[in-house]
């Protein structure tokens, strides 16, 4: 079947280069609007349920009033990925408060504007994958309720393209006490032993759908996993660091601020995660059941 990048607006499916919003949308005018990405592989969507449920616990976090039980979007992203024909496909949705005259106050009446499209999942240079990536630590200035995945990412843009800049390959958010929260698209794992360490998932960092999947395959693999505050000095003495999201997967993290962790290459460990997430993910149906994580 032909791969074609396809996307849907309100109940039209359409070729991207024909997709439009109004410019009085508020997710233009304001980022007043949230969103998903849900993997597929081999033509099928990967913990679509979760990244969904994290939808809905978006739209409640904005008070964005969408009716998920009379429209369901189950059944849209799975037409969307057989339309598309993409086997490994990157879908992105997004939910605005909708098109109305601009004013802070919400709109009444308005509907909510649902886009959603399909497109090939992004390929991750070879090199990250092979080397590790190299981090630079950035100020966290992003807002208190990173723990909804709105839109509102102008922080983690221009962390990012510091980083980039400066010849890195991401930011890593670190508040002034230097404890080190998430990467500006992806969280945080530090290895230590048989342990497995993520920082506090509260309302400073999103709790990413990789991570829970990745928490479950700690418990099989033989790790303990502990969620408590981890402090960027202390991260330089750890076996290793590997960082995580539905797009990266697993990726292991060579250098931070030019600071080798380990030797400075992917450990044992990271590529044993990356591994079992590459098995699982295209395995007909993912062995979950609920992680176990000491706080
Ligand atoms: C700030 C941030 N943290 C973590 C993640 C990882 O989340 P997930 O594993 O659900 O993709 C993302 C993903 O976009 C993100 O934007």
């Known amino acids: 079947m032909q791969m074609t990048e ?15 919003v109004s410019i009085e949308d508020r997710g233009f005018q304001f980022g007043d609007s949230i969103y ?62 909708g098109a109305a005259p601009r004013t802070h106050e919400f709109p009444k009446g308005t509907p909510p504007t649902v886009v959603i499209t399909f497109k090939p999942l ?8 092979q080397e590790g990536v190299k981090l630079m630590t950035v100020r966290d200035d992003r807002w208190a309720r990173c723990h909804v995945k709105a839109t509102t990412l102008l922080p983690n843009v221009l962390a990012k393209n510091k980083a980039l800049r400066s010849g890195y390959d991401d930011a890593l958010f670190v508040t002034v006490d230097g404890e080190a929260r998430e990467c500006t698209s992806a969280n945080l794992f530090v290895v230590t032993g048989r342990q497995i360490t993520i920082p506090p998932r509260n309302e400073s960092i999103l709790r990413g759908v990789t991570q829970e999947f990745l928490l479950d395959c ?3 693999l033989g790790f303990e996993a502990v969620e408590q505050p981890v402090y960027v ?17 697993v990726l292991g993290v060579a250098s931070i601020d030019k600071k080798l962790i380990r030797d ?7 590529r044993r995660f990356y591994e079992e997430f590459r098995a699982r993910c295209r395995a007909e149906s993912p062995d979950r059941k609920p992680a176990t994580v000491q706080t």
């Open 6 to 20: 396809l996307a849907y607006i309100n109940g039209v499916f359409c070729p991207i280069a024909e997709a439009r």
């Open 218 to 220: 700690a418990g099989d």
């Open 264 to 270: 400075g290459g992917v450990g044992p460990v990271t």
């Open 122 to 129: 992004p390929k991750i240079p070879g090199r990250q994958r």
């Open 233 to 249: 000095d202390g991260l330089y003495g750890a076996d290793e660091v590997f960082v995580t999201s539905t797009i990266i997967e």
């Open 36 to 97: 998903e990405v849900i993997p597929a592989y081999d033509g099928r969507s990967f913990l679509a349920e979760e990244h969904l449920l994290r939808l809905r616990q978006s739209a409640a976090g904005i008070e964005l009033q969408y009716d998920f039980n009379a429209e369901p979007l189950a059944p849209i992203v799975e037409e969307g990925l057989r339309r598309s024909g993409i086997d490994d496909a990157m879908i992105y949705i997004q939910l605005t408060r």
